[in-house]
């Protein structure tokens, strides 16, 4: 069972470093933090978890001001890094096309990627999940096909940071219909919280959780990674 923790634009270096004096999780579950680039080295430096960056672009170096290639991650002993977040999507204007070359570029240059994909609340009340997730989906599997390295997290964009989870039931079948394309591990995310993880993570199609406010506290996060080993 794998638990991603995505920070966000919160925690610089020195909340970074607290943070990891008090995060205890227990045995048995696989964590992956996802700091912003500022508070990657300060991640690292503790030495005791897989360490994402929340981006990555598909060029090695040149003339992107804003971006960072994997060989800079690679070199900060940085493992992976997530594509695709809604956030990328919805404010930054990031289309399938540049997560997928991102996805690819990232599994060529030897880095894990989160590949994440869902539907906005529009599109569910339109009927149009499906034709979404395939629309998304097959966008990565064609560039990076069933990499092993690669996990996708299905986050209903609707869920996000919304305090509106989806149910166990709709988020097993988004899972099955995004596994049916591609059979890679598939997350779960949207508003992820210590209460709702065990129930969530008892879906057998689900692999993990990709958790973002709820992963801002060492505790709180820590009970989530119990909620996933139980
Ligand atoms: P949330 O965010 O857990 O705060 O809903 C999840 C995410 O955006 O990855």
Redesign the pocket.
Known sequence: MLIAA?W?MFKGPAETRAFLEGFDPPAGVDVILCPPYASLAAAVESGRHTIYAQNVHWEPSGAYTGEISAEMLHELGVTGALVG???RRQLFGENDEMVARRARAALEAGLGVIA?VGETLEQRESGDTELVLKIQVEAIAFAAGDHPNLAL?Y?PVW????GRTATPELAREAHAFVKGILDRPVLY?????PENAAELLAQPEIDGA??????LDPDSLAQICRAATS
């Open positions: 995505n966000k977040h809604s956030e994440c997290a986050e869920a996000i940071g919304t995310g949207g508003s992820v919280k990709l958790v973002g406010g709820a992963s």
